[in-house]
């Protein structure tokens, strides 16, 4: 595949690249050159500030950090319970 660099030393992936790659306006890519003359391009994972938004349910109220913090410690509490009375020589199994 063959891309033009511009006057201003940009290129313009093809659209079918793009996609594929899931590069959209924004995206972050990480250039390597190579040793033997060529160039590495790896388009880079979101970060943290990709996330923002992405568990947003329309319709449903926002979960505070307390709420998930206490949803987070009752399930640990309960997979506890449940390895303890799996070992629990009392139960027999």
Not at 27 to 40: A, P
Request: no cysteine.
């Amino acid at each position: 595949m063959q891309v033009v660099v511009s006057d201003k030393g940009q290129i313009t992936l093809p659209q079918a690249l793009r996609r594929q790659m899931g590069i959209e306006p924004g995206s972050r890519l990480e250039i390597d050159s190579m040793s033997d003359g060529s160039l590495r391009v790896r388009a880079l994972t979101r970060g943290a500030e990709g996330l923002a938004g992405l568990l947003h349910r329309p319709g449903r109220p926002a979960v505070s950090l307390e709420a998930m913090d206490e949803g987070i410690a009752a399930a640990v509490a309960a997979r506890d319970a449940r390895a303890r009375r799996k070992d629990s020589p009392l139960t027999g199994e």
